[in-house]
């Protein structure tokens, strides 16, 4: 189509070109409007831009006052931003009207939100961060002192009788993590070799990161955080709904405040949320039935563990025959081509696995068509790995909560014989931390969470296919990884992998003992340098 000067001023302000069929939005373009233009594919033979152009027209038809094609150009122009942004609102609610309300939800998925959300506790953020579709990125405890920061309580509990307790309590844990802190960062800089390292600030990143690993099981889960956070606007309703009936006072506040920021971006979209209690499996009948069972509780773990609760049969061969259906070569099922390579035999078996994973090269995945059966685990991890593991949100993930009654971990690097006061410092501050939890617990449970650490165990099931297995134990077995984690990546492969003898060579752990992330900070600083002598 050929447009007129006003129309391609205004076309090229919202798109990467006026004449090609591929073509992007660019940062102009609502997020609420694109969703719906986009939706517009299946009720119109129109292109995008030229429905971009027809809605405008539209508006002038039903209310004359509505901005023309040619003001919006001239806006543009002129960068008269207030004006434009006025347009493109009343563009999207003019097309809510048939979009949204006509029940084309599916036009939120087409949308995006992103929220900043700041001042919050570490047991917020996990929960904040339990949806499987969100993107998420929070403070790392590797390199801000987060003893620096105030704590966060739930306002239910800074108005009971418990309030000024739970502020007493949590002052004299971060005073001990302070000095845990400082103990270590002396220890590992007088430990680590200073000559093994290319640069002063690569060492002393090292030191500090090692020491910031260590401190971190003494964090209490009340302690401040921040997060970014990236949703699909479906999933940013179904997770608010979720979160505004929340038992957690703290939550309920924060998912008010994102609802009423979103809705300021987003009205056709967001404006109708509301708290769905369904959604929250911490309430509701479920929960009764769950205490009357008489189940016995588990004894307090003195070390994470793991063990394999479930996984389906036939895991591998499926894995192999889904591969080859991938090929196009074979006219028949998954299933057909499952049953006649176990018919063709091991060796054949080996060839196709050779065949599936040796060309694979050093950035790439194992193939999407793995991505077949389930496998799931039950585990007993400090709260730390924990929240660093969840980052996934592959296949099914359990929620894990922050307890005293499994015991809590004690890091490695405290048995070192210079560590022996240090081990038994850490001792002492978890020791107070779980008793006061155990007696907040028994009044108010829900805010008993807040007074356990990073380093109190927690009960936690997870389930995955056998492509998004390999992805977490490759990565999470990294050398640069913190302990507590890769060791649980570690076991993950050992109880899967003669469930898949043929495919088993082809993964790519990382079984080194290496803690020190040298390796990995001298590449960092590498590039800082790279970067400063480029601006």
Known sequence: MTYSTSQEVLLRHFFTNVDKDVYCATDAMPMALWAFLEGGYSRSQASMR????????????KDESSPSVEEMADAVAASRLPQLDGALNKASAFMSKWAVEYGHNSLKDSSVDRFAIEGVSQRAAK??????LGAFQEKS????DFGKDDLVFSQGLLDSSWGEEAKWQGRQMMVAYREFLDRLKAHFEKSLPR??????????????????DVARYMLPCSV??????????????RHIAALLASPHDEIRQIAALMRDEAVKLNPGLLKHVQPNTYLERTLGP?????????????????EPSIELAWISPDLEITALAAALSATERLPMGVGHIREGLRKAGPEAIARVARAALESRGSWDEWPKEFAVGQIGFDMVLDFGAWRDLQRHRVGLQLRARPTSFLGYSIPEELHEPTLVDTLDHYRRAMDRASEFHARLFRERPFDADYVACLGHHCAWTAAMDLRQWAYLVELRSGASGHTSYRRIAHQMARLVMPHVPNLAPYLRVDWTGETDRRVA???????????LKGA
């Open 50 to 61: 030229d429905r971009f152009l027809q809605i405008f027209e539209e508006m002038r038809e």
């Open 127 to 132: 929960l904040l961060e339990h949806s499987q």
């Open 141 to 144: 405890t590797r390199y801000l």
């Open 195 to 212: 000559k093994e390292f290319k640069t002063e600030a690569a060492w002393k990143r090292t030191a500090h990161a090692r020491a910031f």
């Open 224 to 237: 401040r955080t921040s997060l970014g956070a990236t949703l699909p606007s479906r999933e940013t309703e």
């Open 286 to 302: 479920m929960v009764e039935v769950a205490g009357s069972l008489g189940l016995s509780h588990p004894v307090q773990a003195s």
């Open 521 to 531: 900070e001298e590449r960092t600083q590498a590039k800082l340098a790279k970067a």
